[in-house]
């Protein structure tokens, strides 16, 4: 469940990077569901994965921001972006680097947090908000003057408010997300799936772990590899049974699509579409009355065109889920 928790947070956290800078605002809010259902369902977070959860919560209250009804604290007086603003200083206490953008992303929450209130003409709570939000050190004193005058004119509509954007906040959090993504490239669904098949004694020795890209005609091993990441589906299944949030009942597809692109398996259809000489190369073997019913079994189970799957939970001899799509349109006719 723990390995499952972990996974479903990574792809979550990946997703939500994804679709902001993206501006997809339905498929953001279904992972922000997601993302918020595992992180509620940990007991503790674990020290690799702080940075993760905290930017997960940071892209969902920069999300929200402008949304003054909406609260993530029990201080019902901490809007989503002054709330935004505690997950930001977690990540800057994690990172040593980027000084210069987690500055600039800095000041530009704090001046939008004063602005949208600004915006909705709350004033008094835009007073407020700038004396939780600037000490009386010397280095904040000239912004806080100017945003002390900005708030006693009441007017929403100054050069300091429009070069310090909202739009301009966004920005630069596309910025950090684009380099946090580069930086945090893991592979741990396929780390995991190797600690499963060497616990599991699945002859992990008769055949290698590493996939090699190049190796275009071994299907046979690529799809046994398969096997092992099958183990993990089981214990995501146990997590999204627990979660109680309708968002986090996602669709088998989905993780497929997911195993596919990590072995690459779409690339080795379309080289045998191709007529990959190594793949034309082997044997044409009938198809047999036990392999047909297995295929109508797991066209039953997982519906069609779920042709992976269904070739690693049925006994099929030596097939390749192109061949299990081409008998299943001959049974068709």
């Known amino acids: 469940e723990a390995v499952a928790a972990e996974w479903m947070l990574e792809f979550a956290c990946s997703c939500l990077c994804?679709?902001?800078?993206?501006?997809?605002?339905?498929?953001?809010?279904?992972?922000?569901?997601?993302?918020?259902?595992?992180?509620?369902?940990?007991?503790?977070?674990?020290?690799?994965?702080?940075?993760?959860?905290?930017?997960?919560?940071?892209?969902?209250?920069?999300?929200?921001?402008?949304?003054?009804?909406?609260?993530?604290?029990?201080?019902?007086?901490?809007?989503?972006?002054?709330?935004?603003?505690?997950?930001?200083?977690?990540?800057?206490?994690?990172?040593?680097?980027?000084?210069?953008?987690?500055?600039?992303?800095?000041?530009?929450?704090q001046i939008q947090i004063v602005a949208v209130y600004m915006e909705k003409r709350y004033f008094k709570e835009a007073a407020e908000v700038l004396e939780?939000?600037?000490?009386?050190?010397?280095?904040?004193?000239?912004?806080?003057?100017?945003?002390?005058?900005?708030?006693?004119?009441?007017?929403?509509?100054?050069?300091?408010?429009?070069?310090?954007?909202?739009?301009?906040?966004i920005s630069k959090i596309k910025c950090y997300i684009e380099i946090f993504m580069k930086e945090n490239e893991t592979n741990f669904l396929m780390q995991e799936a190797k600690k499963q098949v060497v616990s599991k004694g699945l002859e992990a020795t008769a055949w290698p772990l590493e996939v090699n890209e190049n190796d275009k005609s071994d299907l046979e091993r690529r799809q046994r590899f398969v096997l092992s990441i099958i183990l993990l589906w089981d214990v995501l299944g146990q997590v999204l049974q627990k979660c109680k949030t309708a968002a986090l009942m996602l669709t088998s597809s989905l993780f497929w699509m997911y195993i596919n692109c990590l072995l690459g398996l779409n690339n080795i259809q379309n080289v045998e579409k191709r007529g990959d000489s190594s793949a034309c190369s082997r044997k044409r073997q009938r198809w047999t009355e036990q392999e047909d019913s297995e295929l109508k079994s797991g066209v039953r189970e997982f519906g069609v065109g779920n042709w992976a799957k269904i070739l690693v939970h049925g006994n099929f001899n030596n097939r390749t889920s192109v061949m299990l799509k081409d008998r299943w349109r001959t049974l068709s006719r």
């Open 18 to 109: 994804r679709h902001l800078a993206e501006q997809s605002g339905p498929e953001f809010r279904r992972w922000k569901d997601v993302a918020q259902a595992v992180i509620n369902g940990l007991s503790q977070i674990p020290p690799h994965q702080k940075k993760t959860v905290y930017l997960c919560q940071l892209l969902i209250r920069i999300a929200e921001g402008r949304n003054l009804g909406l609260h993530f604290e029990n201080d019902r007086r901490i809007s989503p972006l002054e709330s935004a603003l505690s997950f930001w200083t977690l990540l800057e206490k994690e990172e040593i680097k980027l000084e210069k953008l987690h500055e600039d992303i800095r000041l530009l929450i």
């Open 132 to 169: 939780r939000l600037f000490t009386d050190s010397e280095s904040d004193k000239p912004l806080r003057v100017k945003l002390t005058t900005v708030i006693k004119n009441k007017d929403p509509d100054v050069p300091l408010l429009r070069s310090f954007s909202y739009s301009r906040l």
